[in-house]
């Protein structure tokens, strides 16, 4: 079995090593690099291609935040970890709107942490529940709002791709059925349902059709 290549940025050495060994002592994960501050974890990231970045935001040279959307920006399929001491909203919806595909304490147990790395190299969005409800409301109030218009700039950032996969998403495609039907690898189709549900700040698929279907994107009603 392959293992999930993971590449730590922190500037705690000690809480790196740490994280280090106990991913490495799992059968399906391992740690290819480490790097102490933002401009390091960007250039190991252009070198290694991990299979996941987990990203500390308090780093020297280039903070956490600054530095997924450098990655993204140069690498939209890369999949990054938000690993923090902060829970504020703030906080939660920045590295959301910088790429982030999940964003963990780091007060979370071991168990819990290992369970939110498999999930979110498999492709899942991952945000511990208590921030969860936070980012619920937030789209709660944002739908409550007048839809803009399509063609608003605020959403002129999907690629016509992610466009046509958000489509599919709507009718309640699964990744597996969009990859067939778009003739896209599934790990390239997993790659766009993040990168969709970060630029519409969705916490899961529900609410990125739910809100396709709303600035009408969509003419079927999801399933």
Known sequence: ??????????????????LAGLINAQPDLEV???AGDGLEALTLARDLRPDLIIMDIKMPLCEGLETTRLIRTEWPEACILILTVHDEDEKLFE??????????????????FLRVVRNVVAGEAALPPKLAS???????????????E??????????????????LVATGATDKEIAAQLSLSLHTVKSHVRSILSKLHAINRRQAAKFAAQVGWVNKTPR
């Open 1 to 18: 079995m392959s293992r999930a290549r993971i590449l730590l940025a922190d500037d705690h050495e000690l809480f790196r090593e740490g």
């Open 32 to 34: 290819v690099g480490q």
């Open 95 to 112: 590295a959301i709107k910088s790429g982030a595909s999940g964003y963990l304490l780091k007060s979370t147990n071991s168990v819990d």
């Open 134 to 148: 936070r980012l619920l409301e937030e789209f709660a109030r944002l739908a409550n709002r007048p839809a803009p």
């Open 150 to 167: 399509s063609s608003s700039p605020e959403y002129a950032d999907l690629t016509p791709r992610e466009r046509g996969v958000l489509n």
